[in-house]
């Protein structure tokens, strides 16, 4: 049984996502909304828990997503 600080390794994010490629491997986790990191090697890496429970970084990312800058108070 795997925790939720576990990371998921490098073997089961290829079974997850059905790609070897790391750059297909953080597309598929940012549409499916699940928390990652990105390695200084460009892999994605997160944990059991983000994976199992999406939800909050979901809503963490739309709210970043849709703040847009004030371009008048730059003048």
């Known amino acids: 049984m795997k925790d939720d600080h576990d ?3 490098l073997e089961e994010m290829i079974e997850i996502t059905g790609f070897r490629y790391k750059s297909k491997q953080c597309e598929v986790l940012k549409n499916a909304g699940i928390f990652f990191i990105k390695k ?4 994605p890496c997160t944990t059991w828990g ?3 429970n ?3 970084a979901r809503r963490f990312v739309e709210k970043i997503e849709s703040q847009e800058p004030n371009f008048e108070a730059m003048d």
Request: aromatic share 8%; charged share 10%.
């Open 54 to 56: 999406p939800g909050g």
């Open 40 to 43: 200084a090697d460009g892999h």
């Open 50 to 52: 983000h994976f199992m």
């Open 7 to 9: 990371t998921i390794t």
